[in-house]
């Protein structure tokens, strides 16, 4: 399942962040993700409940963020934000576009609990 490899990478910098800054646990993990990265946001969900069990990111919330869409014209070198199936120029109309963004799937931000809330 692409998913849960994808999941289990990024649960692998997650823990690394986390044993870096000595946290104990990790309270939430937020990634973008790009429309033409492939990635079903719902399927990721699933799959992370899966991949981080047992791992210090186990009663993390993951937040996914989609991406916009952006593409740089090669005819007259504007940048324009765009549709996933519709990779056209927005300032001349020139489907000649290079991908800026959009199929990328990143952790953008970890959010780490140094201390138990309530420590038995
Ligand atoms: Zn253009």
Not at 98 to 120: A, F, H, P, R
Request: aromatic content about 2%; proline content about 2%.
């Amino acid at each position: 399942m692409h998913e849960l490899a994808i999941c289990q990478a990024l649960l692998d910098q997650v823990e690394s962040i986390a044993a870096e800054r000595k946290a104990h646990c990790v309270t939430s993990i937020i990634v973008g993700i790009g429309p033409l990265s492939g990635v079903e946001a719902q399927l990721l969900q699933n799959a992370y409940t899966i991949a981080s069990a047992g791992t210090v990111a186990e009663n993390a919330e993951l937040v996914i963020d989609q991406m916009p869409v952006r593409v740089k014209c090669t005819q007259c070198g504007s940048e324009s934000d765009t549709l996933p199936n519709k990779l056209i120029c927005k300032q001349c109309g020139d489907w000649r576009t290079t991908l800026v963004s959009g199929d990328e799937l990143m952790l953008l931000k970890v959010e780490l609990e140094k201390q138990m809330k309530n420590e038995k």
